[in-house]
């Protein structure tokens, strides 16, 4: 995984699908990613939340994980999906 990659980090509390905007190695093992979606299942099925958690503000700009299960590269369909609810833009299939 590189910088700008759409990246999922699974915690404990959720699945979280971003950016990548900064990834550190060291003891501390930082996450950071921008436009952060809460991956949801609702009526409609799956879709994302427009924040992080009930009580943050609405599409935060970016969110730091210090604590995750694991972060892997979000499958390409993830990750067109993605890109539409952050940004408006279609991706053609």
């Known amino acids: 995984m590189k910088t700008n990659d759409v990246v999922t ?3 404990v509390s959720g699945e979280y699908v971003g950016r990548l905007a900064e990834s550190r190695q060291d003891a501390d093992g930082i996450i950071t990613l921008k436009d952060p979606r809460m991956l949801i299942n609702g009526e ?3 879709g994302f ?3 992080v958690c009930m009580t943050s503000e ?22 067109d999906a993605w890109t539409e609810a952050t940004s408006g833009v279609r991706i053609a299939v």
Do not use: S
């Open 44 to 46: 409609q099925g799956l």
């Open 58 to 79: 609405e599409n935060p700009d970016d969110v730091i994980f210090q604590q995750y299960v694991l972060c892997t590269k979000t499958n390409q369909a993830f990750a």
């Open 9 to 11: 980090v699974v915690t």
């Open 49 to 51: 939340a427009r924040g």
